[in-house]
């Protein structure tokens, strides 16, 4: 499957601690940037990561910080988790970071649950 | 006021039905505008994109009206598969590029 792959699917975690999702691109993309979903809301941009930089940034605190590896492949870290990051976290990769909307892919998400 | 703004809905029609979604947004900067729809506890996929001049694809047709700052999705004889939620998406100018921005989603239920 060349589409994008998101690790893992669900994950419960407890307030305060730390958590690392992780994102590899649909093959032939080279960015990669990542959307909050909350119940009931649409996606949020967080950030976008393209030649292992983090280029754009959406309105979210120092918590959430990312890593894009030569490989493409990506990560979004949120440190001292509040119950509030309770959310679909979506991947979109897309061919630099130009792309339009229509360009983008998604991956089917992780479900972070913070208890 | 939001940057990209939808009624959620939702909207329950019968079968056969036609409905429209509406969507605002803010910026008048923006380019590139798409509907995406996303089902239940999955990722968004692009529906279509949305030109100047209106387009058509099978059941749907979008319109883009940028002097009122107005996007709109018709479903014309609505189908059970049509039940999902709508997302409306602008290219929203951030930081000297572009960064697609969502709006909440519209939600559809067609019945039998």
């Known amino acids: 499957d060349a589409g994008v792959t998101q690790s893992p699917t669900h994950l419960i975690k407890t307030r305060g601690q730390q958590v690392t999702l992780r994102c590899s691109p649909k093959s032939g993309h080279d960015t990669v940037s990542w959307y909050q979903q909350a119940l009931g809301q649409g996606p949020q941009f967080i950030f976008q990561y393209y030649e292992e930089e983090e280029r754009q940034r959406g309105n979210f605190p120092d918590r959430f910080s990312g890593h894009q590896f030569p490989n493409y492949s990506s990560e979004l870290n949120v440190n001292a988790l509040l119950l509030g990051d309770s959310a679909l976290y979506l991947c979109?990769?897309?061919?630099?970071?130009?792309?339009?909307?229509?360009?983008?892919?998604f991956g089917s998400g992780t479900r972070l649950t913070v208890v | 006021r939001k940057e990209v703004e939808q009624d959620p809905g939702p909207f329950n029609v019968p079968e056969g039905a036609t409905v429209a979604f509406n969507c605002t947004y803010s910026n008048s900067a923006s380019q590139s505008f798409f509907w995406y729809r996303q089902d239940c506890r999955k990722e968004p996929k692009l529906l279509m994109s949305v030109y100047s001049s209106g387009n058509e694809d099978g059941r749907f047709t979008a319109q883009l009206n940028r002097a009122s700052q107005y996007i709109s999705l018709l479903i014309r004889d609505s189908k059970l598969s049509d039940s999902a939620t709508y997302l409306c998406v602008v290219n929203h100018p951030t930081g000297g590029s572009y960064i697609p921005t969502f709006g909440r989603g519209t939600s559809l239920i067609v019945h039998p």
């Open positions: 979109a990769s897309s061919l630099g970071p130009g792309s339009r909307a229509g360009g983008y892919t």
